[in-house]
Structures are given as C-alpha cells and as structure tokens.
C-alpha cells in the first residue's frame, strides 16, 4: 500500500499516492503538461524532456512523466525557463527530421505539430538538418515514413509490452539513431510483425500510416491502450 | 582457503622469490608491450640462459611504471635499478651489468620528481607484480585484508572504515563511497550486484586500462570487499572490449582466485559466497553511465534510463546493485589494510586520499601518475609532467574529457580537488588529463569533443540527441570562418538547453567543454568569427563569401 | 494619414500564398484606404522601391537570383513578413535538400528521354546547393506559417500592423495550416 501525499502543483494544494508520478496527480487534476514521449497505457521513458517541471529545491529539472509525487513537493509545471527549453526541444525536433507539414499525411492531427502551436512557435531558429532518410513501403497495409520520425519510441513500446511481438527497436546512435523493423530488414518481410497496427497508432506524427491515406486524412486512435492497461490492470 | 593457508602460501611464495638474486622486471601493459616489450622478456630470458644463471636470476613480466613515453621500462630488483626506453638488443648488457654498475646510457632517474613528487595508493605495487600471477599478489599480501574482514568483520565495520576514510567515488563525481555502500546495505531485497565499471571512455584517459591491466586482483579484492560489505552474491566487471589485454587479465584473474576458493561458495568457510564474470562493453561511451551500463550488462541497448531510482535501489534486474569506477575499488584494500585515518590524512578537506591521472598532450612526461588530492596543476604539469616541450607556451589543460572543461594559465596554482575544479567550470572526471600549448586552437579542441559526444549521444533524448549535433554544427561553422556573431549567440543557447535537460550526464556534461572554451578564451571564437582567423593557425578558414 | 507602402513579393512558391492574400476579397477595399501596393507580381513594376514599408515573401531561397533579390529587399524594406511556409521553413522545395541540386536537375533534364537533353544554364539562375528559409538568409520581422496561410490570418496580421501593433499569429495558423 502506498501512502498518500499532499504537495503544491503550480500553487495548488493538491494529493497523490506515492507511486503515482507527478504528471500522472497533475493531469488527475487538470494540470496540463505537454508530453510527446509519454502515452498513457505504455511504460514512460522520459526521453523526449517535453514534461520537465521544476521542483522546489532540486536544482535539477525534473521529467514528471517518471518522477514519483513525495509528501510535501512544491512543483513547478510553466516558468518562462520551462517554456524556452520546451519551444527548444520541439524546434530540435523539426529541425532533425524532414517535416514537411503541408504533404503529410497526419497534417493536422500531428501531436508535434500540434505541440509547435500549442508553444506558439511560428519558425524553426535552428538549422535544419536536411538527413537523409527513407521510407519503407513493403509492409501490405503500413508504411513507415523515418523522416516524420521524432524516435519518441512509442512504436517500440507498444510493440513490445502490449502485442507482444518486439518487431520495432532502435538502432544506431545519436542523431544517426533511427527505428527499424526486426533486424532492420523490410517491414514487409517481417515475421515478427502481426500487422495488429498499434505502432501506427500510437505513432504521433505520420511516420507511421496506413497506406491509402492522403495529406491530413491520416488520424490517429490509441483509446485501446488505456483499454488494454486497464483490463491488465497496469494502470492506477 | 583459510587465513593460515593464505599465510603460508604467502610466506613460501615470498622464499621462491627470494631465492633469486636479481630479479627483471619487464613492463607489460599497452603502451610498453606495443613497443616490444614482449621480445625484451624473450632476449632476456634468452641471455639468462645462455650466461646459465637461471637459477639466480629470473625475468618476469610486470606492470607499468608511469613514464609510458620513456618505454619500454625495465626494472632491476632489489636493487631497484630502472631503465628507459630498452630493445631487445640491451639484453646483454642489462644481464652481464647485474653484479656491477647499471647501464648508464638506459638508466632512468628515478629521483627525478616525476617519480618521487607522486604519492602511491592505488598504484602502490609500482609495476612490481607479474600482473597474471595470483601469487605474486599474494606473496605482496593480497587477499589478506579481504580473508581478515571475512573472518573478523561484520558489514557495519567496513562501511564505517571506508566511511572514516572519506573516499570519494573515482568515477568523476567524487560522491561519497560509504553512502552508497550502505545505501546498498541497507536496501531491500535477498539478491543484490556490486558491478565495476571498466568502461573507460574519455578521450586520453588511461587510468582504469592499467590499473585493470597491473592490478586485477586488486580490483578484484576490492569488489569481494564490497560485496561481502552490500551482502552481494553476484558481480561483473564491465569492461571496453577495446581493452583486451584488461580482459584477457581479469579472467585469468578470476579463474586463478576461483582456484584458490577465493571466489566462489562459503569463501573461507563462512557462509559467504561470491561469483564475478567479465562482461564487455561493445564500444558505445554511454555504457560508462551507469543506468546505461546495467542494460547493457542485461544484454539489452545501451542507454540510460532516468534516475530515481537509483541502481542502489534498483539496478540490474531490478535489484539493488553496487556499481563503483575501477579506481575506487582499487582504494578499498589500502584503506582497509593500513586504516582509515592513514588514508584521511592524505589530501584535503573535502577530497581524500589520491587521484590517478593520465597526462597527455604537449607534455614531456607522458604517462601515469598518482597525486595527493591538493596537489597544484602547475606541480602536476611543471614538476611531474616535466613541463611543455619544443619550448612552447603553455595555455590550457583539459581535465575530465567530454564531460570536463579547458583550464587556462591563470589557474596552474589551484589545488586539483573535486571543488576546484568544478569552480573553475571542469570536473575532476575520471583523471584524464591534456596538456595544450599555444599551437592549439581552442574552438578547434571544443569541436573535437562536441562531435565526439555527438557520435557518442545514445540518441534517447532530444536536447542530447540534436543539441550535440546542432552545436558541432556551429562550431564546424565557426571553425571554418563562415559563421556570424548570432550563430554564437545560438551556441550558447543550446548550451544552456542541452545542460540543462538531457536525460544523463553525457548530454548534461557534453556543453562543459564548449561553455569552459567560450569563458576563458572567447576571443578566440570573436577572431574565428569576425576576424576570419584562426590564431593558432589549426583551422582552416574558408575564404570565399558566406556560402549558401 | 499616410498610407503605408506594401510590397509582396515571389521567389520560390506555387503562389498560393498570393492567391490566399487575393481571398481577403471584400476586406481588400477597407485595406485599398491604408495601404499603397508598391511592387507585386499583381502590379506592373519591374524595379524594388527604394523603401518600403511592409514587404510579404512568398517562397524560399532557392536559386542564386532569389537570394540576390531577398538581400535588396531586406536593404529597402522596414518590416519583413515571411509569408507561408516556403518562406518560413522551406517547405516542398526544401525537399530537394536531402539529395541537393544536382540529383534534381538530372532527373528533370536528363532522366526524361528528351531531344537534345540539356541542363539549362542561359538566361536561367542557377540553383542554390541548399534552400533555405527566408530568415536564414535575412532577418525577418513577422513569421506567419501555413500552406497557405488563411486570409483572416493574413489580413489580421497586415491590420495589426497597420496599426502599428505586432501581429501575433500564435494559435492562428500552423506550419501545413
């Protein structure tokens, strides 16, 4: 059993089990903070630094998404700080792949697109990187589009902890790092792959689409994962 | 093994060497074995022979002795004669000069402050010990202070030893070594891990290599210490694959200790029971970062994971695990053997004991060496390093590699502490340290190490991810003269972001040498940038328009 | 009042944002009272003004004669406007920048089984290594993203400024809008 906490969230005296996280207390009560890495039903991994909130006498900045509410917390979740570091992550992002709005697939339902609006960012300051990357087309159904790939690992996640397959890992470092199917051999020819599509939807740009799909009318519908962790009973 | 055995094994060890008159000692680690000191044993060997004074004198193979530029050593025992710089063909002379004067021309000084300024714990053997001889190290009284603390110490009393000591983690950070022992002590759960991490990755950093190399039983005894302290039934030493001769010498390390019961089930008759195996790391520099180096033990990708918990609490396979730098473990026996008190006294205030360093770059002295904590940089470059060669200017030492910063002139007399040197925007790291003079260019040097911790960003987070490779960007930019005053402007914007928000201490770190370069030596980056100069004269600065 | 000088301007685009700015329709008239449109691909007039006061960029950067264009411009211009997306971030023909320019030329001009197959050199600007967006080359003042952007997000800038005050298009339009 875990003992309750009462802590300060933006001000707002607010309580929490200790082994809730403080995104997860936050979002209970309708404390918004921005993630892109994060999707409730998958395990957090803390990567993509969109969550990180700033706590009373830790110097460091901290990710909300997997640090655990203590009793006592004064929790920052906007500062103007916070906010620069957020518009920077985001601008990196566009700037890393090759992101082209206008002829996506997901135009308008894009999570990424949607978090530049959200942070009111309205051009990218840092030189785009131009890399060149392919798309694999061969699965029947699915294709996977690495320019639109922000690696936020959601795809390997799913895969992984709920279909179970672990047909989607990540290979390579540092920008060079890049999402593959099996041992970076064809999606189509995969056979790990149960072609059950999550990746797809838990993907929150167009990097992964169903095939068919033009610009902006790929929308996306991960609802099942809440669904899944709640009937494994992996969710709080 | 009990005590009384690890005794008499000891003492007649100790009478089968001292049945030699003389005994050579050749150095056998990397940089004297790249430079055949492998073939100096065999000619050695071959004129003891052919002079028929096998039974009076014996060649052996041993470990570094510090000065690696001035190899291949070779030491004459007991009369403690050291010669430089030896071939195969000084076999004869050094042999037939044994009963009469050393030979002149190869004879190394060892009054000279290189060797004599130093202060030697962890490298307390000095190259003596054949490095694949668990007897050797027994004959020198090893494994005699871990089978002591088996048989007559509870848990408590070691941390509280290694508490009074005040050691330091080696690994970089200098965090309290006693803390995390009993944080792993005192965490729940039946199995636990103590794992040593040999994943030695900074550019010019050499410490762990030799020390892994000279001393594996040292370390190892180190860790049976440690485990036997946290209640751990299981380790590994993880070690850089680039490191085969550290490998090759740790298992047989392992091998020989299990032979002697050492490692293995009721160790001494207690009921306490060890195992350690070799685990390598398949070349990536994040696997230094602990959280990434437990997944890479797991056999799963190599990157990190955020902290808490810590691996203390939960670390390989989820169990709580001891993870210490090799060098710290290398400390434990000393401490332990001679008290905590003696080892508390050496060094500072707040930084204990002594540090291995790894001097390279424009330094006449290139090698190993083992300061007291305190000790100034100018003592360490000037007196032991034997200051800058081709009478060239002094301007900067980096200490701390990727993670750490340049420290320019104004700062030589400063005590090498953990404190000090984070004042001055380094870090003490893992003991790395280059020496620039004034024919290098510092915006030159901070690119090298952006784009080393650019290829080396696991690629998890984004600030580490793209902020490492959009700072070499700029910094490729600056160096070739192309780049405007508000491309520096972004610079250091993204490395204030990239600090500040990267998930480890690869991306948290990977600025440091940027932020250190632009604090002490800016005008070299205006001179790039507005001047379309390299003052050193390393880069080359492209001459045609900004070009698009 | 004085009315304020209005530039807009082509480089490389499809004119979309030009067309979207032609929707303003209606509101255009109550913009005709404030505003003297200087220099336009819509008006005849060969020669960049010696100072304008509000200058939109359609396009990106891609040929050497966009890039000589944009530098006049940015000399003889108070407040620069990257209008759409070529302009602020490259957009579809910064697509080409994974490959470079090369490999674009070749496809288009020699690939294709043409008579007398020649990459075009006279009379036509040479093609930029890299394209970029507008901002990377010059500074600029005003960003308002979207492919197009709508003419309310347009003519909601442009009356800002008119006004004198700094248009904020943030929740308005979108990189893609």
Not at chain 1, 1 to 20: C, F, H, P, W, Y
Not at chain 1, 113 to 124: E, R
Request: hydrophobic fraction near 40%; charged fraction near 20%.
């Amino acid at each position: 059993m875990s003992r309750v906490a009462t802590l300060k969230i933006n001000g707002q005296d607010v309580s929490g089990r200790e082994d809730e996280t403080i995104l997860e207390v936050a979002r209970e009560n309708g404390i918004p903070i921005p993630t892109l890495c994060q999707i409730e039903g998958l395990s957090n991994v803390g990567a993509c630094r969109m969550c990180l909130v700033e706590v009373a006498g830790i110097s460091k900045l901290l990710p909300a998404c997997t640090t655990r509410v203590a009793e006592g917390m004064d929790v920052r979740t906007e500062s103007e700080r916070l906010t620069h570091y957020r518009r920077m992550a985001v601008e990196m992002l566009f700037a890393e792949g090759n992101h082209i709005c206008s002829v996506c697939v997901s135009n308008g339902h894009c999570e990424l697109q949607g978090m530049a609006v959200a942070l009111g960012i309205d051009h990218i300051h840092l030189p785009y990187l131009a890399p060149r990357r392919g798309v694999d087309a061969s699965h029947e159904r699915f294709t996977f589009d690495a320019n639109r790939c922000i690696l936020c690992t959601r795809c390997v996640r799913v895969c992984d902890e709920i279909e179970g397959a672990h047909t989607w890992d990540v290979m390579g470092r540092g920008v060079g790092s890049v999402v593959i199917t099996d041992l970076n051999e064809r999606w189509g020819d995969s056979p790990t792959c149960t072609s059950c599509g999550k990746c797809v939807q838990t993907c929150p740009t167009g990097a992964l689409f169903i095939k068919g799909s033009a610009v902006g009318e790929m929308t996306k519908r991960n609802t099942f994962l809440t669904y899944i962790a709640q009937m494994r009973g992996n969710l709080k | 093994m009990n005590p009384e055995e690890l005794h008499s094994l000891a003492e007649e060890r100790r009478e089968a060497l001292d049945q030699f008159q003389h005994r050579v000692v050749v150095c056998t680690g990397t940089a004297c074995q790249a430079a055949q000191s492998r073939k100096i044993i065999e000619a050695l060997d071959g004129i003891v022979k052919e002079r028929g004074i096998n039974g009076r004198c014996t060649v052996s193979a041993g470990g570094c002795r510090g000065l690696c530029s001035a190899g291949p050593m070779v030491a004459v025992e007991p009369t403690d004669v050291l010669y430089q710089g030896v071939t195969p063909d000084d076999a004869a002379s050094i042999i037939d000069s044994l009963e009469s004067e050393p030979v002149k021309a190869l004879t190394c000084d060892t009054s000279a402050p290189f060797f004599t300024r130093q202060k030697r714990v962890v490298l307390e053997y000095e190259g003596r010990l054949n490095p694949e001889s668990i007897d050797d190290y027994i004959a020198a009284g090893g494994f005699s202070t871990f089978v002591r603390i088996l048989t007559e110490m509870t848990s408590g009393d070691v941390i509280e030893q290694i508490r009074q000591s005040g050691l330091g983690g080696r690994g970089g950070a200098g965090y309290s070594t006693a803390l995390k022992w009993s944080t792993v002590a005192k965490a729940l759960g039946t199995t636990k891990y103590v794992i040593c991490n040999g994943d030695e990755g900074d550019p010019g950093a050499f410490m762990d290599r030799s020390v892994m190399e000279d001393y594996p039983f040292k370390v190892l005894e180190g860790m049976m210490i440690a485990a036997f302290a946290v209640g751990a039934q299981e380790g590994f030493v993880y070690v850089r694959a680039e490191y085969p001769l550290a490998v090759k010498r740790l298992k047989q390390a392992i091998r020989q200790a299990e032979k002697y019961s050492l490692l293995g089930n009721n160790i001494c008759g207690t009921s306490f029971s060890l195992k350690l195996d070799v685990r390598l790391g398949a070349g990536a520099f994040v696997c230094g970062e602990e959280t990434a180096l437990i997944a890479s033990i797991e056999g799963k990708r190599g990157s990190p994971r955020p902290r808490p918990p810590y691996p203390a609490e939960s670390g390989l396979w989820g169990c709580p695990t001891l993870i210490n730098n090799v060098e710290t473990y290398a400390n434990v026996v000393p401490i332990l053997r001679e008290g905590a008190e003696w080892f508390a006294g050496i060094g500072t205030e707040r930084s204990k004991g002594t540090k291995v360093f790894a001097l390279s770059g424009a330094i006449v002295n290139t090698g190993l060496i083992e300061v007291p904590m305190g000790i100034s940089l100018r003592e360490i470059i000037y007196d032991i390093g034997g200051g800058i060669p081709n009478g060239r200017r002094f301007k900067a030492v980096q200490t701390g590699g990727p993670s750490g910063g340049c420290i320019p002139e104004q700062y030589l007399d400063m005590p090498v502490d953990y404190q000090s040197l984070a004042q001055v925007g380094s870090i003490m790291g893992s003991g790395g340290m280059i020496v620039m003079d004034e024919s290098s260019c510092m915006v030159d040097v901070a690119k090298f190490f952006m784009e080393f911790c650019m290829t080396e960003s696991c690629g998890k987070c984004i600030p580490c991810r793209v902020g490492t490779a959009q700072m070499y960007r700029l910094l490729d930019k600056i160096s070739q003269g192309r780049a405007r005053l508000q491309d520096l402007e972004v610079l250091e914007e993204l490395c204030d972001m990239v600090k500040h928000t990267s998930l480890c201490g690869l991306g948290q770190a990977a600025p440091n040498p940027v932020l250190s370069t632009l604090r002490y030596f800016r005008e070299e980056y205006l001179a790039h940038i507005v001047d379309h100069v390299c003052p050193a004269g390393v880069c080359k600065i492209a001459h045609e328009e900004i070009a698009l | 009042m004085t009315r304020k000088t209005i530039a807009t301007v082509w480089l490389d685009g499809c004119s979309g944002c030009h067309m979207s700015f032609l929707d303003i329709d209606h509101r255009l008239l109550d913009l005709a009272d404030m505003i003297e449109l200087v220099y336009s691909p819509l008006v005849d007039r060969k020669d960049f003004p010696e100072s304008v006061d509000i200058t939109l960029i359609e396009g990106s950067v891609s040929n050497q004669a966009d890039l000589d264009k944009i530098r006049h411009i940015r000399a003889h211009t108070r407040t620069l406007i990257s209008l759409g997306d070529c302009a602020v971030t490259g957009n579809v023909p910064a697509l080409r920048n994974t490959i470079g320019a090369e490999p674009v030329l070749q496809r288009a001009y020699m690939e294709p089984d043409l008579l007398n197959a020649q990459i075009p050199t006279v009379g036509v600007p040479p093609l930029l290594p890299v394209v970029r967006a507008v901002h990377t080359v010059v500074r600029v003042d005003v960003f308002i993203p979207g492919c197009p952007p709508s003419a309310d997000t347009i003519f909601n800038a442009l009356s800002d400024l008119l006004n004198d005050r700094q248009p904020s298009v943030a929740g308005k339009t979108r990189f893609g809008a």
